[in-house]
């Protein structure tokens, strides 16, 4: 008889950081980022969700030194008055809110409006970066590509480099990075071997993460996920290996599941280049979701994996990003951490970061911290 054994997983909560037997003055950090040959200055990225990214924010990322990705098949694509419809979702009640997701989500993809959304992200001279889903991307993509757009993501629940299904032929990304002129970078998955067979199939980056998000019930709905800590050093190790094999180094973007800058810093520590937000960003003064936030599969037809969110109005994307900031909570300055970590570790850069010892505790967050936590219990 075949057993099946369980091991143990981790999330953010159960890891700290060891200090490093050297320190580094935090401004003397490099947190520089790079698909392909595509450089940015901050390793963070803003989710391809409608509640995060338009043009507007897009371009704000850019401006930082990040990178907004663009859904193209949401509500930007579907409506020329995206704005106005997105309102209509913010001010639904929490009862009505799924429903007229699904209603507005009918509405078909529209080519002229993702060449249209594109081209206003480039004049202003920023990277442009779009989603898609496996199911649109080879109708898709040379459409967007052919628009201007720098970097395409594919992005699913969850995506292998094998999919069977009944079409003839489904989409093979071995074809499509030979096919488009610019970077690919594929996701969600979580373990080693299905992130390096994705690697092997010539892509430029892979996101990690399934159902972890603020505004994502996969792991409801469907029961499957891994905590963000072991699903990052899993795939950080298909990474590592298959550069030592090949030469070719290929990033991984840890999606999903961030609720401040320490989550950031652990994330980095555990093997992530970079790391893809939504909700700590939805809650900018220029995201276009007006303080909510709700994933790609919150409107599917048949099966919602996914709910509207509220996550108010915290402060500019500036200030979230590189503060100043004005909470103690960890949700502002998020650069800022992430390189006051660095130099409390003695990390240098990114790759050095991945060398931080990490360990098992639980009770990091709670230890000898009973006057905050009295404190917060009395206000509420």
Known sequence: MQYKYLRQTYGFDDVALVPGDITINPDQTDIGFTVDQINFGIPILASAMDGVVDVRMAVAMGRLGGLGVLNLE?????????????????????????????????????????????????????????SLTPANTKRMSPVAAE??????????????????????????FSELVKQLPIPVVVGNCVSYSACRKLMETGIHGVLVGVGPGAACTTREVLGVGVPQITATMDCAAARDDYYRTTGRYVPIITDGGFRNG???????????????????????????????????????????????????????????????????????????????????????????????????????????????????????
């Open 262 to 380: 320490g989550d950031i810093c652990k994330a980095v520590a555990c093997g992530a280049d970079a790391v893809m937000l939504g909700s700590m960003l939805a809650q900018a003064e220029e995201a276009p979701g007006r303080g909510n936030h709700w994933g790609m599969a919150t409107p599917h037809e048949a099966l919602p994996r996914g709910t509207r969110v509220s996550v108010g109005i915290k402060g500019s994307l500036k200030q979230i990003l590189l503060g100043p900031s004005s909470v103690t909570d960890g949700t502002q300055n998020l650069v800022g951490a992430l390189r006051t970590a660095m130099g409390v570790c003695g990390a240098r850069n990114i790759r050095e970061m991945h060398q931080t010892e990490v360990v098992i505790a639980p009770a990091i967050k709670t230890e000898g911290k009973h006057f905050q936590l009295a404190q917060r219990a009395a206000a509420c």
């Open 147 to 172: 628009a201007g757009m720098d970097i395409l993501v594919v992005q699913s629940t969850v995506t292998t480099a094998r999919h069977i299904s009944k079409s003839y032929r489904g989409l093979i």
């Open 74 to 130: 949401g509500v930007q694509t579907r409506y020329e008055d995206a704005d106005s419809v997105l309102a209509d979702i913010a001010s639904a009640s929490v009862s009505e809110a799924t429903g007229l997701m699904q209603k507005v989500y009918a509405e078909p993809i529209k080519e002229k409006l993702v060449g249209d959304r594109i081209k206003a992200i480039k004049k202003e001279g920023i990277v442009c970066c779009g």
